[in-house]
T-cell receptor, first 113, second 113 residues
Framework: AQTVTQSQPEMSVQEAETVTLSCTYD???????LFWYKQPPSRQMILVIR??????QNATENRFSVNFQKAAKSFSLKISDSQLGDTAMYFC??????????FGQGTRLTINP | NAGVTQTPKFQVLKTGQSMTLQCAQD?????MSWYRQDPGMGLRLIHY???????DQGEVPNGYNVSRSTTEDFPLRLLSAAPSQTSVYFC????????????FGEGSWLTVV
């Protein structure tokens, strides 16, 4: 069974700083996707970035990038030039089958002015 | 483009009452699912469907019932509400196939007293 672990329950940084959120996972699949979702106070689940496991290149979306280490089963999210609007819960997720996303426990990120 | 629409957004129920959370998507997605999110946790899968007429159980199905008579709609029924079902419920949908992005509704806050 797939598992996802986020070991940082809370993080706090100053605006404009860079922050990295950690995620480790376990799966027996060789080919899979990984996702980072953002959940602001509104509770909406917003896809931030996705990574295909068979691609060597780390995914990037504007200020968001990942460090994907397949052998170590590590999938961290880096937020550059952090903004107040980045304040949210962040969830790492791994598909466990059709519509079966397995989520980590989440990291509460606060960006301070 | 409405995406995934859930109703109601807020509901208070008494123990033992039944109710239905509605979910509709206008993206012609084959896959639909229901998750619940408890405080401080990630989302957990309740039930899912890979197409009209086909449903299956997720991680936490007890106390819930679903049906999928059309591609667009996937209602979640609480048969006899219990305080343990107090949670935020999310409906989600995606195209079939490996690695497609799962889109979430805005959530339904349910309190059982």
């Amino acid at each position: 069974a797939q598992t996802v672990t986020q070991s940082q329950p809370e993080m706090s940084v100053q605006e404009a700083e860079t922050v990295t959120l950690s995620c480790t996972y376990d799966t027996s699949e060789n080919n899979y996707y990984l996702f980072w979702y953002k959940q602001p106070p509104s509770r909406q689940m917003i896809l931030v970035i996705r990574q295909e496991a068979y691609k060597q290149q780390n995914a990037t979306e504007n200020r968001f990038s990942v460090n994907f280490q397949k052998a170590a089963k590590s999938f961290s999210l880096k937020i550059s030039d952090s903004q107040l609007g980045d304040t949210a819960m962040y969830f790492c997720a791994l598909p466990g089958g059709a519509q079966k996303l397995v989520f980590g426990q989440g990291t509460r990120l606060t960006i301070n002015p | 483009n409405a995406g995934v629409t859930q109703t109601p957004k807020f509901q208070v129920l008494k123990t033992g009452q039944s109710m239905t959370l509605q979910c509709a998507q206008d993206m012609n997605h084959e896959y639909m699912s229901w998750y619940r999110q408890d405080p401080g946790m990630g989302l957990r899968l309740i039930h899912y469907s890979v197409g009209a007429g086909i449903t299956d159980q997720g991680e936490v199905p007890n106390g819930y019932n679903v049906s999928r008579s059309t591609t667009e709609d996937f209602p979640l029924r609480l048969l006899s509400a219990a305080p343990s079902q107090t949670s935020v419920y999310f409906c989600a949908s995606s195209y079939s196939g490996f690695g497609n992005t799962i889109y979430f509704g805005e959530g339904s806050w349910l309190t059982v007293v």
